[in-house]
Antibody
Framework: EVQLMESGGGLVQPGGSLSLSCSASGFTFNRFALHWVRQGPGKGLEYVSAIDHEGRNVYYAESVRGRFTMTRDNSKNTVHLQMSSLTTDDTAVYFC??????????WGQGTTVTVSS | DVVMTQSPVYLPVSPGQPASIFCRSSEGLADRDGVTFFNWYQQRPGQSPRRLIYKISNRDSGVPDRFSGSGSGTDFTLRISSVEAGDAGVYFCTQGTHWPYTFGQGTKLEIK
């Protein structure tokens, strides 16, 4: 089955860190760029970070640059998002998504990150 | 960043009736090769988003032909020819031509 599955979400205090993972199956993982996209409570969707198919180029939204690090392991069909210096504004459901034709052709089910004291 | 503005924000529609959702971008979305990376997504309550349309008018696999996309430049439209109960949810437009990818704020489709 073609799917993406996120994990690692949870409750963290402001200023804390959390690491998310996204595991892929059912497609040739190392041929596709992947993005992290988040959706805050009652909010729309926001691009967070992107990584190309080889993992050589990584991009970040201005709101997370310097605090988040995205990596991928093509041998394990997995991408990671290391998040630090978290604030309440980072509270959201985090989705990983496969990029095809300039859009998100496949989404995971999402993992919830709650930043609260 | 390219701003994507959708209208209406809320769209109540009776089953069997058509529906249209509009999206306007703050910049043209055709790239230097003339390809326009514009997409429509559906997010049903409690679910992840699902892409319906890519490159303006191409339906993703499994998307009913009741859904169609059109437009060019900065103005785009999603049409549902005959709304069904399962179409309830929020619809988003996005662009992938200019970096970073950006989203519209969403249109909530409610079935009357």
């Amino acid at each position: 089955e073609v799917q993406l599955m996120e994990s690692g979400g949870g409750l963290v205090q402001p200023g804390g860190s959390l690491s998310l993972s996204c595991s892929a199956s059912g497609f040739t993982f190392n041929r596709f760029a992947l993005h992290w996209v988040r959706q805050g409570p009652g909010k729309g969707l926001e691009y967070v970070s992107a990584i190309d198919h080889e993992g050589r180029n990584v991009y970040y939204a201005e709101s997370v640059r310097g605090r988040f690090t995205m990596t991928r392991d093509n041998s394990k069909n997995t991408v990671h998002l290391q998040m630090s210096s978290l604030t309440t504004d980072d509270t959201a459901v985090y989705f990983c998504a496969k990029v095809v034709d300039g859009g998100y052709a496949l989404w995971g089910q999402g993992t919830t990150v709650t930043v609260s004291s | 960043d390219v701003v994507m503005t959708q209208s209406p924000v809320y769209l109540p529609v009776s089953p069997g009736q058509p529906a249209s959702i509009f999206c306007r971008s703050s910049e043209g979305l055709a790239d230097r090769d003339g390809v326009t990376f514009f997409n429509w997504y559906q997010q049903r309550p409690g679910q992840s988003p699902r892409r319906l349309i890519y490159k303006i008018s191409n339906r993703d696999s499994g998307v009913p032909d009741r859904f169609s996309g059109s437009g060019s430049g900065t103005d785009f439209t999603l049409r549902i020819s005959s709304v069904e109960a399962g179409d309830a949810g929020v619809y988003f437009c996005t662009q992938g031509t200019h970096w970073p990818y950006t989203f519209g704020q969403g249109t909530k489709l409610e079935i009357k």
